[in-house]
């Protein structure tokens, strides 16, 4: 199972980026996936997760900014980034805790 994780991209501080995180089959419907970080010398570290019913959480630095979300008929989890920051700059990575996407670069600029 492979996870694609796209979007990514280079923006100025407050802009807005939408990644996207698609498989192929029935995983990501049936299984709850997240989206995890890491910048440069840090650990990866959480930023949303949506269960298959459809119950989001987040962490603390991204809520009210970023929103995760679903779209099962194409297989796809989105993770809409809005009022970005410098401190936002990582890879971005999808999973379902079993399988992980191979990251998508996002850079904000200050």
């Known amino acids: ?3 694609q994780a796209s979007g990514g991209g280079l923006v100025q501080t407050g802009g807005s980026l939408r990644l996207s995180c698609a498989a192929s089959g029935r995983i990501l419907r049936t299984n ?4 995890y970080r890491q910048a440069p010398g840090k650990q990866r570290e959480f930023v949303a997760r949506i269960t298959s019913g459809g119950t ?5 630095s991204v809520k009210d900014r970023f929103t995760i979300s679903r779209d099962n008929a194409k297989n796809t989890v ?21 399988y992980w996407g191979q990251g998508t670069q996002v850079t904000v600029s200050s």
């Not at 989001?56 to 603390?60: K, L």
Request: net charge negative; aromatic share 16%.
């Open 1 to 3: 199972v492979q996870l």
């Open 32 to 35: 709850a996936v997240g989206w």
């Open 56 to 60: 989001t959480n987040y962490a603390d």
């Open 78 to 98: 989105y993770l809409q980034m809005n009022s970005l920051k410098p401190e936002d700059t990582a890879v971005y990575y999808c999973s379902t805790v079993v």
